[in-house]
C-alpha cells in the first residue's frame, strides 16, 4: 500500500495499551501545528505523552490494562521525525473488575465537518464494570462515563496548546481529511461490489471543536480472542 500524502505539521499520535486477552489494542490521536522539530524533541513528547495519561487516565482505568508505548509521528514528510517511548502505565481503578476485553467507552471528536460515516472516534479499553448503567445494561452510566470523558478531555489539553515537541509552538487536535467520495469496484469472480474510498491528492485537515462520549458501550469484538 502507497503512504499517504504529507500534510505540513500533522502528527499521528499512537497509543498502544497491553491487555490480558488482545494485542496491539491501539488509540490514534492526530494534532498538528506550524513549525519544524527533531527525533530528540519527539522522544520528549512521547515521553511527556506517557506522562499526562498517566496523571488523567490512569486513574480511571483496571490495573489489568496498561499504557506500554508512545509513538509521535511527524508526517509533514516521509523523513520527518520520529519519537518513541515504551515502559508500563497500569490503571490505578480501586474497582479492579473490568467489562470484557471487546467493550470500550467511545470518544467521539466533533468537527465542523459534515460526512457520512468515518467520524472521528477512539475506543478506550480496560473500563472498569461500575461505569456500566444497572438498568440498562448496553449503556454506560451517564456520570461516570462523563467523569472519564472529562479525563480524556484533560490527557488531550495536557499534549496539545504550547505542550508539544520542540519546534512546534502551538498544536490542536485534528482529523486529517484523506478520502473523498469512493468507487464502486465489483469482483470479477463474485460480482459483489465494494466502496473503494478515493484518495484526495491534497489532503485537509478539521480542527476537533469538542469531544463527546458514545453512551452505548462500543465493541471490538476482536479483542475477546484469546492471544496464546
Not at 491501539?26 to 498538528?32: G, S
Not at 488523567?56 to 489489568?64: E, K
Not at 458514545?214 to 471490538?220: F, H
Request: glycine letters at 8%; a positive charge; one cysteine or more.
Amino acid at each position: 500500500m502507497p503512504a499517504l500524502p504529507a500534510i505540513a505539521g500533522l502528527i499521528r499520535i499512537i497509543l498502544q495499551y497491553a491487555l490480558p486477552t488482545a494485542a496491539n489494542v491501539l488509540n490514534r490521536i492526530f494534532v498538528q501545528g506550524t513549525g519544524s522539530t527533531n527525533n530528540t524533541a519527539m522522544n520528549v513528547y512521547a515521553t511527556n505523552i506517557a506522562t499526562a495519561w498517566n496523571t488523567n487516565m490512569a486513574p480511571q482505568l483496571v490495573p489489568a490494562v496498561a499504557l506500554v508505548a508512545v509513538t509521535c509521528e511527524d508526517l509533514s514528510s516521509l523523513t520527518s521525525p520520529v519519537g518513541a517511548w515504551t515502559g508500563s502505565h497500569p490503571g490505578t481503578s480501586t474497582h479492579v473488575d473490568s467489562v470484557d476485553p471487546g467493550s470500550a467507552l467511545i470518544m467521539k471528536n466533533i468537527t465542523a465537518l459534515r460526512s457520512r460515516g468515518g467520524h472521528s472516534r477512539n475506543y478506550l479499553p480496560g473500563i472498569p464494570d461500575s461505569n456500566v448503567s444497572a438498568e440498562l445494561g448496553s449503556i454506560w452510566n451517564s456520570s461516570s462515563a462523563g467523569g472519564i470523558t472529562t479525563s480524556w478531555k484533560n490527557f488531550i489539553a495536557a499534549i496539545v496548546g504550547t505542550n508539544g515537541p520542540t519546534g512546534y509552538p502551538s498544536l490542536q487536535q485534528v482529523v486529517p481529511n484523506y478520502y473523498k467520495g469512493f468507487t464502486v469496484v465489483t469482483n470479477p469472480i463474485t460480482h459483489r461490489a465494494r466502496n473503494v474510498p478515493t484518495l484526495v491528492a491534497n489532503p485537509t485537515t478539521t480542527p476537533v471543536s469538542t469531544i463527546t462520549f458514545n453512551p452505548v458501550i462500543g465493541s471490538q469484538r476482536r479483542r475477546n480472542r484469546q492471544t496464546s
